[in-house]
């Protein structure tokens, strides 16, 4: 099979569709059965700027997108002047002439032809379908197709100008899409994954506030509420999304909350309080550079410590990144369902890269766990913080349709079995205890679930975990000596019982912190001995080939 | 009706306007089951601070929350189940202060739950600091030459805010506190009671309300005549200031669903 990877990059200012171009695209390697990852790359802003976003499509697995381009497709300077010197060899430029110069490439008159054939707003984004479909051979028949699933608006002013662009583009690239294939696919991002297995698992409710890049929980879970039999409330703060969500929970239905660092640091109190309440809580943390607003719509992994450590006091809890789109369909069901079983807030980490790349996660989904609480026996005898040997009490809902005659009180004040505020030192310390036996509970809990994951042999072992290990994967392809991918996927509780094996060892570490917090987790957890650290901060991924590199020159140092 | 009584000791101060409220709520409780309603579907939510306690002094069910946060947990309650009565007991500290912006976004979304809002002007459970009710020149720990700032009107406030049932009680005067709490509970859409409560230890206002509270016998027939009521300075009005008919959020959000008590298990949800 064909191994090699294609990298084609539309590049432009924001507002002109550089992303759906780019993702029209994916859709159609897709469907031909190939390998997609889509990465986008934009800023803080609404019109202007510089957007691009890449296609990284294979016959065979790719795991992150490359930065380095086979095709580009510029609709202004900027994009020229900036991804010029990532040209592969034997790659083509297209430009948008009307806006931009280059010694380089083919010119497209863009803008001419789009006051040709538009009378209204017109699209730039399908000068790049265009240019694409004809390089790869798709027929007149087949764009128009692209067109009308694709831009359901003004289709025939699209089709006038694509047709147009389509017929002046002679080159053609052999990437052998065999256009019999059809597949089904499922192209999401690592955050609508997140929601597809949480609505899986039960998900009733998602209380947020928008913060890139954790905004498209809010925006996915209000698009598809009712496919999804979900409700999305976007409320007025951060501390209102995670009392809300307490709430619902106490009121029967499965509920999560998410954002980015600076929404999570406000939700830090209602974390704290779920630990009290004994809430079931699904949090997900969506991570860009900090500190403060730092760099809103780039990825980063300084958040690990951070998300370790939610809320104030002593609980317990579960944290856990996801090393590909498919792991955070299945990790959130698991996180949903842990939440429920053990009555603990669980913590999903990722970060941007995750967040917002793109991949096929297949049609034919795991078998993914569900959310149910321990049951409890309705009555004038439940308590709701009753004694047990595991720590879990049993769970009843108010009202006389859940639970007749019964008292169902939730208590974010240190309590009694029945709920009722206690200070008594006897009292505080037996639910500090019940609280705490649970430890064991949640430990043998997670081991039902994979709790971490190894890619590829060799004497070299590298440590990532979240979507540092996609980029690790894809680098594997290219470094002349092989090395092992070990990445924990769940990190609290720490899956000591699979990585003990390591304790003591030499091994480098793969991040994206500045001071290297991963590493030092590491370091604490298992005492190695970290040879070297590779990080990246500049809130970009790393490009593959490059990381690739860097592994190789290590080795030889 | 079952005994609603918990057998936790009560500690507040003899005198304390919160057994005025304690006491009314009761009785409200007792008239709402009377007139059909399930004591079981009666949730309450409190946030922190000397009215927090009446959580533990009511063997009902709800959620005892954090401070200021009491009122987005109700909401989060409502939306999940809404056959629940949810009601909740909010300090001016609490729900003024720390939680004000969940008290306005619940009167903007006329969601359908009531707040009790307990207005003995301090902070009585952190000793006495000046609250977002008490008057310029109020002198606390944390304000010891007087407070320098106005105080808010809640219910000028919440009117613009969007709640659509408004009253202030008083509670010294059971009865009234009792039935517009019950009026309140049966409003439709987001009901608010301010309680003028003393409080004997930091801010006692006894007299004062002894001598000005003054009951309206109707509800004004406009809004500007509501808040020139509310606001009035020859006396302290209490009673129903406003009754008004709007969409609420649960419906508007999803109609006669209940979100809790027809979930799809997972083997019903496709994704």
């Not at chain 1, 769970?395 to 008594?424: I, M, Q, Y």
């Not at chain 2, 439709?188 to 801010?203: A, D, N």
Request: glycine share 8%; proline share 4%; with cysteine.
């Amino acid at each position: 099979m064909d191994e090699r990877v294609f990298t084609i990059t539309v590049g432009g200012r924001a507002g002109e569709g550089v992303k759906k171009a780019a993702q029209v695209i994916a859709h159609i390697f897709c469907a031909a059965g190939w390998n997609v990852c889509q990465a986008d790359d934009y800023q803080s802003l609404i019109r202007g700027g510089h957007n691009f976003s890449t296609v990284s499509t294979s016959q065979t697995p790719v795991y992150c997108a490359h930065q380095n381009h086979d095709l580009l497709i510029c609709f202004d300077q900027r994009s020229i002047d900036k991804h010029l010197k990532r040209l592969k060899d034997g790659a083509l430029l297209f430009y948008n002439s009307d806006e931009a110069q280059c010694e380089q490439g083919i010119p497209i008159p863009m803008n001419s032809l789009m006051k040709k054939h538009y009378h209204g707003a017109s699209n730039v984004s399908l000068a790049a379908l265009a240019i694409f479909a004809a390089l790869a051979g798709m027929t007149q028949e087949q764009l128009q197709e692209q067109i009308v699933q694709q831009y359901r608006r003004d289709i025939e002013e699209n089709t006038a100008y694509a047709m147009e662009i389509y017929g002046m583009v002679s080159q053609r690239c052999d990437y052998g899409l065999d256009w019999s294939v059809n597949k089904p696919f499922h192209f999401v991002s690592g955050i609508q994954a997140i929601i597809l297995g949480a609505s899986k698992a039960g998900l009733d409710f998602f209380y947020g506030y928008p913060m890139t890049p954790a905004s498209s929980l809010l925006h996915y879970a209000a698009l598809k509420q009712e496919s999804l039999n979900l409700f999305a409330i976007h409320a007025e703060s951060e501390l209102a999304a995670i009392n809300m969500a307490l709430g619902s929970a106490m009121a029967g239905c499965r509920t999560a909350v998410g954002s980015s660092g600076g929404g999570f640091a406000l939700m830090q109190e209602g974390f704290s309080a779920a630990g009290m309440v004994e809430a079931p809580l699904l949090c997900i943390l969506s991570s860009r550079p900090g500190p403060a607003t730092g760099a809103s719509t780039y990825t980063a992994q300084e958040d690990l410590f951070f998300a370790l450590h939610q809320g104030h006091g002593e609980f317990g809890r579960v944290v856990a990144s996801p090393d590909s789109n498919n792991r955070a369909l299945s990790l959130s069901a698991e996180l949903l369902a842990l939440a429920w079983e053990l009555q603990i807030p669980t913590i999903l980490l990722t970060e941007k890269h995750l967040s917002e790349g793109m991949a096929d996660i297949g049609m034919n989904h795991p078998e993914l766990p569900e959310a149910k609480e321990l049951p409890g026996t309705a009555g004038a005898s439940y308590q709701r913080y009753a004694a047990t040997p595991n720590g879990v009490s049993p769970l009843v809902f108010p009202g006389h349709k859940c639970a007749p005659d019964t008292v169902v009180k939730w208590t974010t004040l240190e309590h009694l079995e029945n709920g009722v505020r206690s200070d008594s030192a006897a009292d505080i310390k037996a639910m500090k205890d019940k609280r705490g036996i649970k430890a064991k509970a949640i430990q043998e809990a997670c081991k039902r679930y994979q709790t971490t994951a190894e890619y590829g042999e060799g004497e070299l072992l590298v440590f990532a975990y979240g979507s540092t290990v996609l980029e690790l994967r894809e680098a594997q392809k290219y470094s002349q000596r092989p090395f092992k991918i070990i990445a924990p996927i769940y990190l609290e509780p720490f899956p000591h019982e699979k990585l003990e094996q390591y304790r003591g060892k030499e091994v480098v570490v793969v991040e994206h912190s500045q001071s290297g917090l991963f590493a030092q987790f590491l370091k604490i957890k298992l005492d190695v001995q970290v040879k070297h650290l590779i990080n990246k901060y500049d809130g970009r991924a790393f490009d593959p080939i490059e990381l690739a590199k860097q592994i190789e020159e290590l080795q030889d140092a | 009706m079952r005994d609603i009584n918990t057998d936790k000791e009560n500690t507040w101060c003899s005198g304390c306007g919160n057994f005025g409220i304690l006491n009314a709520f009761k009785k409200s409780v007792a008239m709402m089951v009377e007139a059909g309603i399930s004591l079981d579907d009666i949730v309450m939510t409190c946030g922190i601070g000397c009215h927090g306690k009446i959580f533990d002094y009511l063997n009902m069910s709800g959620m005892y929350g954090l401070h200021g946060r009491a009122l987005a947990s109700a909401q989060g309650i409502k939306l999940a189940n809404p056959d629940l009565k949810v009601i909740c007991f909010g300090g001016d500290g609490d729900s003024l202060g720390e939680g004000l912006e969940h008290t306005l976004f619940a009167a903007k979304r006329n969601m359908d739950i009531t707040l009790i809002l307990h207005n003995n002007g301090t902070y009585g459970l952190t000793t006495g600091q000046f609250s977002p009710l008490s008057p310029r020149g109020y002198k606390g720990l944390s304000t010891p030459k007087g407070s320098i700032e106005t105080p808010f009107r809640p219910i000028p406030l919440l009117l613009e805010a969007g709640a659509t049932f408004i009253a202030r009680s008083y509670s010294a005067r059971l009865d009234h506190l009792a039935h517009t709490i019950q009026r309140a509970v049966n409003h439709k859409g987001f009901s608010i009671v301010e309680v003028l409560q003393p409080c004997v230890t930091y801010y006692n206002t006894y007299s004062l309300y002894n001598k000005m509270v003054k009951e309206l016998e109707i509800v004004p027939y406009n809004r500007n005549l509501a808040l020139q009521l509310a606001t009035a300075e020859e006396a302290f009005y209490i009673g129903v200031f406003l009754e008004e008919t709007k969409p609420v959020y649960h419906e508007e959000l999803y109609g006669s669903h209940n979100p809790a008590m027809d979930r799809k298990a997972s083997a019903e949800r496709v994704i």
